[in-house]
């Protein structure tokens, strides 16, 4: 890895979130308080991988927050709770075949992941299939289109948490 090539943590702040008051992220530095995210969110809305913001150090000792999408980096992001009911084998199994359609995912759990679209991938013929799956039952997933970046920061009503498959 170059010097060029490092990555740092960046910060989301969603004080309204039901599930937590804040999401890190890596994301390489490019100057002037701009950075590109370089991992699938999990809980901000209106991000995805590649996308590049602006994002202000309040302190030294603080990592930098996010203020603002500067610009899209085009990857699109939805995200997926899988019931008990599928071992983490069958879990991967289903994820992994997304692969075919440019969609790769990242996991904070055994149960709940993000799933990232490359540019190039086929949004709709992912979301067909997770739709599939939701209406069998092993699984229930949503988009990151649901509310802006800034208005997902700065909700006031709370969101009741969804109810576990």
């Known amino acids: 890895m170059t ?11 969603l004080p309204n979130h039901w599930a937590t008051g804040g999401e890190g992220m ?38 930098p927050v996010v ?21 983490e084998s069958e879990r991967l199994e289903h994820l992994c075949s997304l692969n075919d359609l440019k969609a790769s995912f ?17 949004y ?7 739709a599939a799956w939701e209406a069998q039952g092993p699984l229930e997933y949503e988009t990151v289109k649901r509310v802006s970046l800034a208005r997902s920061m700065t909700r006031r009503k709370r969101e009741p948490p969804r109810a576990a498959v």
């Open 106 to 122: 990242e996991g904070a759990n055994k149960r709940y992941f993000a799933i990232d679209i490359e540019p190039d991938g086929d």
């Open 26 to 63: 890596w994301a390489k530095p490019l100057g002037e308080d701009l950075y590109e995210v370089q991992n699938v969110p999990f809980y901000a809305y209106g991000l995805n991988f590649g996308d590049v913001v602006r994002a202000v150090q309040p302190a030294p000792n603080k990592k």
């Open 67 to 87: 203020s603002e999408l500067v610009r899209a980096g085009g990857h699109r992001t939805l995200r997926v709770t899988f019931s008990d009911s599928l071992t």
């Open 124 to 130: 709709e013929a992912v979301c067909d299939r997770l």
């Open 3 to 13: 010097p060029d090539d490092e990555l740092t943590k960046i910060v989301v702040d």
